[in-house]
């Protein structure tokens, strides 16, 4: 196919702001899918991604239209998944934006539109629902005007769900989208995405950018220095069709053999063995785990099942890393890192939904990057990793800039909750959409995202502010391990890290928290909360009424028979010491604070 006849763009929208069903009626228009094989929106979606507000990536497809080859890709809507939103960008020469008639643009619908603004690619804004009778379509219109300073004339009005006026989208595409240029130079594919296939192994979705890539052609991987056959190449209509080969500007997959999704990373670079490229393209970084959690099962012996479950889930998640972990009151179990906390909640809603797992996870910690006096830096997965403060010269941790859209009556609440977590404004904290609605910009640390913001931002602003988040830079702090200790005994998997000015009030809520759950005990239990053994908050559970020893005896005891009770009891109690066994429902509600 000539560069000329082809265009490839993707959809940046808002959950619900109809990105499956406009996608549905452009495979109709173009005869890509028959209205008979159409059953409504292709794919299916979890109900924890809509719970979460996060959109579907649908699957890409190639349409063909009125002689152009159209090839439609999908960004991610998930605010942990920027880097893999920039490689989807970089595959496209265009974009369109859908905006919903009735609602306006969100905070991520922005974050990706920046994106892809960034990367110089052709914006297509498009009104949606406009059959709906709440549709303002002249404000949502002086919106998108205001953001994109664009004209009014080149914002597409549609409805989705009827199909008026879909088709000018595609006239859009081919007019206003520039073809896919490239230079007669040796093969180079960006990676976009993958999946896994039972059978088939690793299958890597591309775009090529230079050069063509034929089934049987021995390939190389350049940035992660794998290389494998292309056992068959192909594109998506929207279910896989083989091809004989891939050329510049298509945008298609590969089969790769790879037994393993990390040996074909997104935004890697594919080109021949026999003619490599000399450099693979730009924009290529290896994403790192961000947030960490301990994932223990409630029932031991369903240990295996979790090793096997996620397993099953790093093929398709490369981002996701897991390493065995035993902590005493938890068992065995496994310590993984997230892009994201969003990121965790679908592992774990996976886990349990669709390998019916019944989990425990530690409360979520950051990724502290520590310095040592010896000069060398780690990433800390878990706060049992961290050395002993004698060793440390400073520890950073991971800050994001927090973009918030909302409407202005909810500002105030929203700049509190800003402060409590730690936000410092940014140059343009804050900017007008129109009269009523403005985006917040901020720097927070992550370790303030991941505990209670989200939640308590869909409170304040009754559901109506919307958030993304991305990484920003690392920079100094001041935190410590804290420890918590039941009978003296340190609880592993209770140790967190946490703000040293912030100790003492946190050490507090986990010891009372602990307190209310734990059973009493034949004795006395000290539960307490330490910076590296100075204790900063401590309570009491009182042992369990006693004295059968003096019921039983009365007043009949002889001296001696006291002493030898007493001293048995002390033994026993010497032995229990240390031997307060938590029950695992204990550890839930104290995770959860
Ligand atoms: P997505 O989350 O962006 O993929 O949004 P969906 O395509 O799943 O649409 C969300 C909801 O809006 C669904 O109930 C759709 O039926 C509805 N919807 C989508 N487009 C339109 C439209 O043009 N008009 C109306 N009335 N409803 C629509
Ligand atoms: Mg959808």
């Known amino acids: 196919m000539k560069l000329e006849s082809i265009r490839n763009f993707c959809i940046i929208a808002h959950i619900d702001h109809g990105k499956s069903t406009l996608a549905d009626r452009l495979l109709e228009v173009t005869g890509t899918i028959s209205q008979r094989e159409m059953q409504n929106q292709m794919l299916d979606t979890m ?47 265009g974009a369109l934006l859908i905006v919903d008639a009735t609602q306006g643009m969100e905070a991520q619908t922005m974050a990706n539109l920046y994106l892809a603004i960034d990367q110089d690619l052709e914006i297509i804004p498009v009104i949606n629902k406009i059959d709906l009778p709440a549709a303002d379509v002249e404000k949502v219109s002086a919106e998108i005007q205001h953001i994109l300073g664009c004209k009014k004339e080149e914002i597409i009005s549609v409805s989705a769900k009827t199909g008026e006026n879909v088709e000018s989208i595609l006239k859009a595409v081919i007019d206003r989208i520039p073809p896919p240029v490239s230079k007669l130079d040796k093969t180079k594919a960006l990676i976009f995405d993958s999946s896994f296939d039972d059978y088939r192994g690793v299958i890597a979705y591309v775009r090529v950018i230079d050069g063509e890539i034929k089934k049987g052609d021995a390939l190389t991987f350049m940035v992660n220095a794998k290389s494998t056959e292309a056992t068959e190449v192909g594109y998506f209509s929207p279910r896989q069709k083989s091809k004989e080969k891939l050329t510049a500007g298509e945008i298609g997959y590969i089969v790769t053999g790879f037994k393993d999704v990390s040996d074909c990373r997104v935004g890697d670079t594919v080109t021949l063995q026999k003619y490599p490229a000399e450099e693979p393209l730009d924009g290529y ?35 996701l890393t897991y390493e065995p972990e035993h902590a005493k009151a938890l068992g065995f179990g496994f310590r993984c890192g997230f892009l994201g906390l969003l990121h965790l909640d679908v592992v774990q809603e996976r886990l349990s939904r669709e390998y019916n797992l019944d989990l425990i996870v530690t409360a979520p910690s950051v990724a502290y990057q520590v310095i040592g006096t010896d000069g060398g830096s780690q990433i800390i997965a878990s706060p049992l990793d961290l050395p002993d403060p004698t060793r440390i010269a400073s520890i950073e941790e991971p800050m994001m800039v927090v973009d918030i859209v909302t409407p202005a009556e909810y500002i ?33 640390p992550l370790s303030g995202i991941v505990v209670d913001f989200y939640d308590r931002l869909k409170n304040i602003s009754s559901g109506y502010a919307s958030m ?11 935190v410590r391990r804290m420890d918590i200790l039941v009978a003296g005994d ?7 890290i946490v703000y040293v000015d912030e100790g003492e009030r946190i050490g507090r ?19 307490q909360a330490a910076f590296s053994g100075k204790i900063i908050a401590s309570a009491k559970i009182p042992a369990m009424r006693k004295d ?41 509600s104290v995770l959860k604070r």
């Open 47 to 93: 109900d924890l991604e809509r719970e979460r507000g996060i959109t579907i990536k649908l699957q890409p497809v190639r349409m063909n239209y009125e002689g152009y080859q159209l090839n439609l890709i999908d960004t991610p809507g998930h605010v942990d998944f920027t880097y893999e939103v920039s490689r989807s960008l970089a595959c496209c020469e």
């Open 285 to 319: 970084a290896d994403v790192k785990p961000m947030v960490f959690a301990g994932i223990f099962c409630k029932e031991g012996d369903d240990y295996s099942d979790l090793r096997e479950a996620l397993g099953k889930l790093k093929l398709n998640d490369a981002a």
């Open 412 to 444: 105030g609440g929203i700049m509190q909750l800003l402060q409590e977590k730690r936000g410092q404004p940014t140059s343009s904290e804050m900017e007008y959409l129109d009269k009523e609605r403005v985006i917040i910009h901020y720097v927070l």
């Open 468 to 478: 993304n988040y991305e990484f920003h830079e690392y920079q100094e702090c001041k």
């Open 490 to 496: 340190p609880i592993e998997a209770l140790a967190t």
């Open 509 to 527: 809520k986990v010891v009372e928290a602990l307190k209310a759950v734990l059973p009493r005990q034949q004795f006395e239990v000290r539960i």
């Open 548 to 588: 059968v020893t003096a019921k039983l005896y009365g007043g009949d005891v002889t001296r001696k028979r006291k002493l030898l009770e007493k001293q048995k009891k002390g033994k026993a109690k010497m032995k229990a010491m240390g031997k307060v066994d938590i029950p695992k429902e204990a550890f839930l």
